[in-house]
């Protein structure tokens, strides 16, 4: 559909709008001027749009459209330089196998599919996954045992490349008897000597913390509760009766159990990518972006701040696997915690 436009009108028009000129970008590009003049009006004729306004001093300024080509055009030739990294590690044979971790809050799902990418880009290429926390996997990747993995935020460290793939909100799971299962949503405040199961501190102490923050913004306490090592048990202390807990938005499958949205907040769950970003599998970036494209919608919904946690899903969320969350905080009004 596009077979004129080339690599290279990208890199040429890129410096040109970079450096606001035609002269400029020649002398960067070891160009003739009036080469890039050519390829610059007939790339705009072609797509029919204006990338640039020259000015009475000879300089160029950017449009509206040229501005968005700049971030795009360093997008497509960053996405070329690692298609042919990751053709020439397979080449040379450097990709036979690769370890995916996942901790244990994930959607089981997101992983089945992070690890199917990659399996569809290189067939030949065993996948060994690992599972534990997220502390100890952040740690199994810097020290190499594990190539990449996919974790429940929050987590910092200046080693680790970190890419949030997918956020989804965090709601109180409750049994289908409990009064409260009968409002559209729930009040933080209410939720006050109410939540009595949690997720066991040592298993993230980071997304502990946090919680409490949150919690503690709203005015909620804290006091004797269950604590859960996994989802399952999360779940099961909620259908005996120990209390209500906050789990990720359809991962409840429990058909005793419900969750309802809290109003007022917009507290998401934040699932990433990590791996080093000195030593990694040349096939990650490749399948990462293909991963956070396929849930680009969700995350831009959070980002945009147009969810509503006071309106109820229009329909049940559909069932998903065993495995859920940490937390990361999102509101309308400010930036997450991460």
């Given at each position: ?20 000129g035609f ?15 050519v390829?610059?009006?007939q ?8 990338l ?32 042919v ?36 880009m290189?067939?030949?290429?065993a ?6 926390d ?18 429940t ?6 080693e ?19 009064p ?5 949503s ?11 199961v949690?997720?066991?501190?040592r ?7 946090r ?9 909620v ?22 209390g ?8 409840v ?15 998401t ?8 970003k ?16 396929r849930?680009a ?5 959070f980002?945009?701040?147009?969810f ?12 998903a696997?065993?495995s859920?969350f940490?937390?990361?905080s999102?509101?309308?009004?400010q930036?997450?915690?991460?």
């Amino acid at each position: 559909m596009y077979d004129w436009a080339e690599f290279r009108h990208f890199r040429y028009l890129l410096a040109i709008l970079e450096k606001q000129g035609f002269r400029l970008a020649a002398e960067e590009l070891n160009a003739s001027q009036p080469n890039l003049t050519v390829q610059a009006r007939q790339f705009q004729e072609n797509a029919s749009i204006r990338l640039f306004r020259r000015l009475r001093n000879g300089r160029i300024r950017p449009t509206e459209t040229g501005i968005a080509f700049i971030a795009l055009a360093k997008f497509l030739l960053t996405m070329r330089n690692e298609v042919v990294d990751v053709l020439q590690a397979i080449e040379r044979g450097e990709i036979r196998s690769i370890q995916l971790g996942c901790s244990p809050w994930v959607d089981a799902a997101l992983f089945r599919e992070l690890c199917a990418l990659h399996k569809e880009m290189l067939p030949s290429c065993a996948i060994h996954p690992t599972h534990d926390d997220t502390s100890q996997l952040a740690e199994d990747v810097l020290t190499g045992i594990v190539d990449a993995a996919i974790v429940t935020l929050p987590l910092e460290n200046p080693e680790l490349h970190l890419e949030v793939i997918r956020q989804d909100r965090l709601v109180v799971c409750l049994r289908t008897d409990d009064p409260l299962a009968q409002k559209a949503s729930i009040r933080a405040a209410e939720l006050d000597g109410r939540l009595r199961v949690l997720y066991h501190p040592r298993r993230h102490p980071d997304a502990h913390d946090r919680l409490m923050q949150m919690l503690a913004e709203q005015g909620v306490n804290i006091y004797e509760h269950s604590r859960a090592s996994n989802p399952f048990e999360l779940q099961m202390l909620v259908r005996e009766g120990h209390g209500v807990a906050l789990v990720r938005e359809g991962s409840v499958t429990d058909s005793e159990l419900t969750t309802r949205p809290i109003a007022g907040v917009s507290w998401t769950v934040d699932t990433a990518v990590i791996y080093r970003k000195d030593r990694y599998p040349k096939t990650l970036p490749i399948v990462m972006k293909s991963l956070k494209r396929r849930h680009a919608l969700n995350a831009e919904a959070f980002h945009r701040g147009e969810f509503d946690s006071s309106v109820p899903p229009k329909r049940p969320p559909k069932p998903a696997s065993s495995s859920e969350f940490t937390y990361g905080s999102h509101r309308k009004s400010q930036a997450n915690m991460r």
